[in-house]
């Protein structure tokens, strides 16, 4: 791939301006277009050498095999790159980057921020007293202080939420098939199997990239593992939680609240989840803040640059 060969660059998601400052001031030919039908990408991809995305772009294999003979880069303005296919992108040559660890705060204090809600019942109790009333005794809610929180995913945010959640004095215990016991115990999370988790988790909160090894990661069969009242939270990404699975758990009581960021699909359809009274819900926001979405642009522009200026790569 000759890399100088890189000048046009189509933005087709909401990328903070920055991004295109950068690329233009490093000589790039940027087009920001965040109304692209899929039909139309398809159409217009061919006219560019890099793509660059956040989650709402599908970037698909039938995307990809479109701009086969022109597209050099794909880079996710984010951590995930669930929404690419990455194996097609490979077997065209066509490479992808993305841009980990400049939202893992944000998508931490998000996290947080859920947790803390499921206790005290916020949006609920909230929503009541703009609806005029005053239920102090409807809205009792549950200490933190003492509970077990389980971390699924120690990496980046997994972490960053295990030290903050310690502060409210939870004990964390934790999964993740990559980090040595030792080291989870150097972050003051004890280190356990996933079925030693289960029973002992007053609140679950799931940090792993969706890979077919964790699609599913919560059905029936692990929630009825889990203790009866366990709460759950999902600011990692739709599909890790069977929707259905989950809607039956808090219907039954076995699941008291769960607070979700993310859906299998989105913009999410299933209305059911979303006006359950016992789910707090977000779109994707983990990473909508301020700050998140300068660092983000930024490290995304830079990569690019570096690569295409001076041929190194970074991210993840
Ligand atoms: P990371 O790569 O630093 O950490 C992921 C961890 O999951 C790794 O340590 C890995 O070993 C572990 N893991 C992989 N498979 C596992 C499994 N089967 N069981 C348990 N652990 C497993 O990533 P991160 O920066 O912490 O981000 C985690 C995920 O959060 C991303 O993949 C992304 O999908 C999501 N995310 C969402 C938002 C949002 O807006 N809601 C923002 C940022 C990231
Ligand atoms: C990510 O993986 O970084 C998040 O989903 C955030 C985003 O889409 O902006």
Redesign the pocket.
């Known amino acids: 791939m000759a890399l100088n060969d890189i000048k046009k660059v189509l933005i087709s998601d909401d990328v903070n301006v920055k991004c295109v400052e950068i690329l233009e001031n490093n000589g790039f030919n940027v087009v920001k277009n965040t109304s692209l039908t899929v039909d139309q990408l398809k159409e217009e991809i061919k006219n560019y050498d890099c793509l660059v995305v956040r989650?709402a772009t599908k970037v698909t294999k039938e995307i990809l095999n479109s701009a086969a003979n022109n597209l050099k880069l794909v880079a996710r303005a984010?951590?995930?790159v669930?929404n690419i296919d990455v194996a097609s992108a490979t077997d065209l040559n066509i490479l992808v980057m993305n841009a980990?660890?400049s939202?893992?705060i944000?998508?931490a204090e998000?996290t947080c921020a859920m947790i803390s809600s499921l206790a005290r019942n916020l949006p609920l109790a909230n929503q009541s007293m703009k609806d005029g009333k005053w239920e102090r005794s409807k809205f009792m809610g549950t200490e933190l202080y003492g509970k077990t929180l389980a971390v699924?995913?120690?990496?980046?945010?997994?972490?960053e939420v295990a030290s903050r959640m310690r502060a409210f004095g939870m004990r964390i215990i934790g999964?993740?098939?990559?980090?040595k016991p030792e080291d989870a115990a150097q972050w003051n999370i004890e280190a356990m199997s996933?079925e030693q988790i289960w029973p002992l988790a007053d609140y679950i909160t799931i940090?792993?990239?969706?890979?077919p090894?964790?699609k599913n990661?919560l059905n029936t069969e692990v929630m009825s593992k889990c203790k009866k009242g366990f709460r759950l939270v999902n600011?990692?990404?739709g599909g890790i939680v069977e929707e259905n699975d989950l809607l039956q758990a808090l219907n039954s009581g076995q699941c008291a609240g769960a607070a979700l960021?993310?859906f299998a699909e989105e913009p999410t359809k299933n209305l059911d989840l979303v006006k359950h009274n016992s789910v707090i819900c977000t779109p994707?926001?983990?990473?909508?803040s301020i700050e998140a979405q300068n660092r983000v642009a930024l490290d995304i522009a830079e990569q690019i640059v570096k690569f295409v200026k001076h041929g190194k790569l970074e991210g993840?």
């Open positions: 989650s984010g951590t995930g669930d980990v660890g939202n893992t944000s998508a998000l699924l995913g120690l990496g980046r945010i997994g972490r999964y993740d098939p990559l980090v996933l940090h792993v990239p969706l890979l090894e964790t990661l600011c990692a990404r960021d993310v994707h926001l983990g990473a909508s993840g």
